[in-house]
C-alpha cells in the first residue's frame, strides 16, 4: 500500500531554510457576509505543492524597496505594490494568524461567517472586520465594496477566484492549505516582506524559535508514533507528516506513522490500525464522530493509543485552522501538557 510514502524531515535542514528565507526576503463587524457558512469538513487530500527554495539576495523576492515601492515574490511570481499596504483582505485563519502576530489588523477576513473559528489567540487582539464569507466561496462583491490595496490568497483553495480577486487588488498568492510548518515559516517571512514589516517578522520569528525550543527542552521521550487527525461524522483525515500539525510534531521530535505526500489523507479504520500510532491528538468537527462508531469495533483496541488511553481531543481551530506562528505555539503547548515530562 503506497499510503506510507517516506519523506523524512532534516532539523538542521529546516533551520537553515529559514535562516535564508528571512535573508531573502476596519470597517464592519464581523458577523456580515454575502455567502453561506462553509460546512464543516476535512481539507481536500490533494498532492501538496513543494516547497520551492527560498529566495537569495539576487531575486525578486529580496529587492530593495524604493521609492515606497515593495517587490516580493509569491508563489505564482513577482508582485510589486505601489506602497506599504494597509487595507488588507485575508482570505484564510492562517493569514490572519500571521498578520495579528505582525501587529496589522485586516479590513476583511474570509471566516466561514464564524468568528468562534479563530483560535483565542488571534481572536482576542483581532478588532472590527468584514467577513466575506466562506473560504472555499468567498463573496467577490463584498471583497471589491473594501476597495483593499493587499488580496492574501491560497495558490490551491482560491485557484478558480484568482482572475476576479486579482482585478479588485494587488494579489499575493501563496501555498497555504497543503503546506507543512517549513513551508509555513517560509509564507510568513514573504508576508512580513508584502506588509513592509521585514524586521518586525525576524524579530518575531526568533521569538517563535525560542518558544519553540523551551517546549523541546520539556519532552524528554520523543520517541512515540504520534498523530494528529481531524475527525467527523463521517470520516478520519489524518495530518501526515507532510502537513503542517504532522510535520510540526516530527520537527520536535515525533515520528509520525503517516508518510503521505497529501497533507490529510482519509484512512479506515484498518488503515489506521495498520498505521498503529502510540499517541492520538484528534481535532473533532462535531461531538458526535465517527469515532465513536469505530470505538464499539473490536480493531480499535489494536492501536496502542487506544489500549493505553493516549487518545487526546484538541481544538481543530488551534491545531488545524491558523496554521502559524500562533497555531504551532499553541500546538507545542497542547504537548507539552500532555506529553511533557
Wanted: aromatic share 6%; glycine share 4%; hydrophobic share 40%.
Amino acid at each position: 500500500m503506497n499510503l506510507w510514502k517516506k519523506r523524512p524531515i532534516s532539523l538542521a535542514w529546516m533551520s537553515l531554510f529559514v535562516a535564508i528565507s528571512l535573508a531573502a526576503c476596519g470597517t464592519s463587524t464581523n458577523n456580515q457576509s454575502g455567502a453561506a457558512p462553509q460546512a464543516s469538513q476535512a481539507p481536500a487530500a490533494t498532492p501538496a505543492p513543494t516547497a520551492a527554495p527560498a529566495a537569495t539576495p539576487t531575486t525578486p523576492a529580496a529587492a530593495a524597496t524604493q521609492d515606497g515601492k515593495i517587490t516580493v515574490q509569491d508563489a505564482m511570481g513577482t508582485v510589486e505594490l505601489a506602497k506599504k499596504p494597509l487595507k488588507i483582505v485575508t482570505m484564510d485563519f492562517s493569514f490572519t494568524d500571521a498578520l495579528i502576530t505582525l501587529g496589522t489588523q485586516p479590513i476583511g477576513v474570509a471566516d466561514d461567517s464564524s468568528p468562534d473559528l479563530f483560535m483565542d489567540a488571534v481572536k482576542s487582539q483581532l478588532k472590527n472586520y468584514t467577513s466575506v464569507g466562506s473560504r472555499y466561496e468567498p463573496n467577490i462583491e463584498l471583497i471589491s465594496s473594501l476597495q483593499p490595496d493587499l488580496i492574501i490568497a491560497d495558490l490551491n483553495k482560491h485557484k478558480n477566484a484568482l482572475p476576479q480577486l486579482k482585478a479588485i487588488a494587488p494579489l499575493l498568492v501563496l501555498d497555504d492549505s497543503q503546506a507543512d510548518y517549513a513551508q509555513m515559516l517560509k509564507n510568513y517571512a514573504i508576508i512580513a516582506k508584502a506588509l513592509g514589516k521585514e524586521e518586525e517578522g525576524k524579530k518575531r520569528l526568533a521569538e517563535h524559535q525560542s518558544k519553540i525550543d523551551a517546549v523541546k527542552k520539556k519532552l524528554t521521550h520523543t520517541d512515540l508514533r504520534v498523530l494528529p487527525a481531524v475527525v467527523n461524522p463521517k470520516g478520519f483525515y489524518a495530518h501526515s507528516d507532510h502537513s503542517f500539525s504532522g510535520s510540526f510534531l516530527t520537527l520536535i521530535g515525533f515520528s509520525n506513522p503517516v508518510k503521505n505526500t497529501a497533507a490529510n489523507p482519509q484512512l479506515t479504520l484498518e488503515q489506521l490500525v495498520e498505521a498503529n500510532p502510540q499517541v492520538l491528538f484528534l481535532m473533532p468537527t462535531e461531538k458526535e464522530t465517527i469515532v465513536n462508531q469505530w470505538e464499539t469495533n473490536p480493531l480499535w483496541q489494536k492501536i496502542d493509543a487506544a489500549a493505553n488511553k493516549k487518545v487526546i481531543m484538541v481544538e481543530r481551530r488551534d491545531w488545524s485552522l491558523s496554521r502559524g506562528l500562533l497555531g504551532a505555539e499553541k500546538i507545542a503547548e497542547d504537548v507539552a501538557k500532555n506529553l511533557g515530562a
